[in-house]
């Protein structure tokens, strides 16, 4: 089985979103959107009502005369029941 959810991403304008029950993952590049909810819903026991993801794509970054690219990221947006939350960092 493929590790679809990599981690929550915690930004400022990422827990802004947790006002309307959208939480935000760093996800595999090749996980669809279904993947995405059966696992969720499978790790975090809630019940998921919409995924939206996006990909940003990798930037150029030079060192000396070598230059490289950093890796896509894909992104997952999802939705859960309203009065349902997800508890991504405990004791804080």
């Known amino acids: 089985m493929i590790r679809t959810i990599r981690h929550p991403l ?51 970054k030079r060192v000396g005369v070598n230059v490289g690219r950093l890796q896509n990221r894909k992104k997952a947006f999802v939705t859960i029941r309203e009065g349902e939350s997800i508890e991504l960092v405990k004791g804080v």
């Open 10 to 60: 915690l930004t400022e304008k990422n827990t802004g979103l947790n006002v309307f029950n959208t939480y935000v993952f760093e996800v595999d590049a090749g996980a669809t959107k279904p993947e995405i909810k059966k696992n969720i819903e499978r790790i975090f026991k809630v019940h998921v009502e919409d995924v939206r993801t996006s990909i940003s794509h990798g930037k150029f």
